[in-house]
T-cell receptor
Framework: RKEVEQDPGPFNVPEGATVAFNCTYS??????FFWYRQDCRKEPKLLMS???SGNEDGRFTAQLNRASQYISLLIRDSKLSDSATYLC??????????????FGTGTRLTIIP | NAGVTQTPKFRILKIGQSMTLQCAQD?????MYWYRQDPGMGLKLIYY???????DKGEVPNGYNVSRSTTEDFPLRLELAAPSQTSVYFC????????????FGPGTRLTVT
């Protein structure tokens, strides 16, 4: 079983719609959780961290369920500029205060005009 | 700040050739990483460094070497290139010690034929 699993998509969604992605992780020792965004042929960039209490940043809402070991990302009122691949990222402590990030394979989202 | 920079952007190597991928950051980050990203796959950690003079293997270190003589630079050396090393290589850095967001360079696209 992969340490981090995501539905690869693609998700083709009309502009203005709401779209949700889920991600599951297998290592219960995982401590920190993130969503990264990667545009085509570009580097990944942090979209948001994910907290147990849930967190919101504008149109984006992230949720963490530690008991079920899944993470979600909700995008409301989707824009054309939201088209990208969304990477679920899970980290756990390794040593010297360092954390090892494990990346999911990503979910590709295309917003259709 | 330039952030994380990588050179070259693209490179084609013949089987058995060697090369060094350059990575530099100007954010005074202690931690630096090398990842590779194959199509449809998550990023895989090759090597990482927690500070100048300290490096350690990641998940997929075979066929690569690194050094960290300064805080700023973290070159990745490929010896005897093989077609299996065709990939996109990303360098990343972060401050560590509770700052877990990783900042990525723009990547190097390497083809080995």
């Amino acid at each position: 079983r992969k340490e981090v699993e995501q539905d690869p998509g693609p998700f083709n969604v009309p502009e203005g719609a709401t779209v949700a992605f889920n991600c599951t992780y297998s290592n219960s020792a995982s401590q920190s959780f993130f969503w990264y965004r990667q545009d085509c042929r570009k580097e990944p960039k942090l979209l948001m961290s994910v907290y147990s209490s849930g967190n919101e940043d504008g149109r984006f809402t992230a949720q963490l369920n530690r008991a079920s070991q899944y993470i979600s990302l909700l995008i409301r009122d989707s824009k054309l500029s939201d088209s990208a691949t969304y990477l679920c990222v899970v980290s756990r402590r390794v040593n010297f205060g360092n954390e090892k990030l494990t990346f999911g394979t990503g979910t590709r989202l295309t917003i259709i005009p | 700040n330039a952030g994380v920079t990588q050179t070259p952007k693209f490179r084609i190597l013949k089987i058995g050739q060697s090369m060094t991928l350059q990575c530099a950051q100007d954010m005074n980050h202690n931690y630096m990483y090398w990842y590779r990203q194959d199509p449809g796959m998550g990023l895989k950690l090759i090597y990482y460094s927690v500070g100048a003079g300290i490096t350690d293997k990641g998940e997929v270190p075979n066929g690569y070497n690194v050094s960290r003589s300064t805080t700023e630079d973290f070159p990745l050396r490929l010896e005897l290139a093989a077609p299996s090393q065709t990939s996109v290589y990303f360098c990343a850095s972060n401050q560590g010690w509770g700052s877990y967001e990783q900042y990525f360079g723009p990547g190097t696209r390497l083809t080995v034929t």
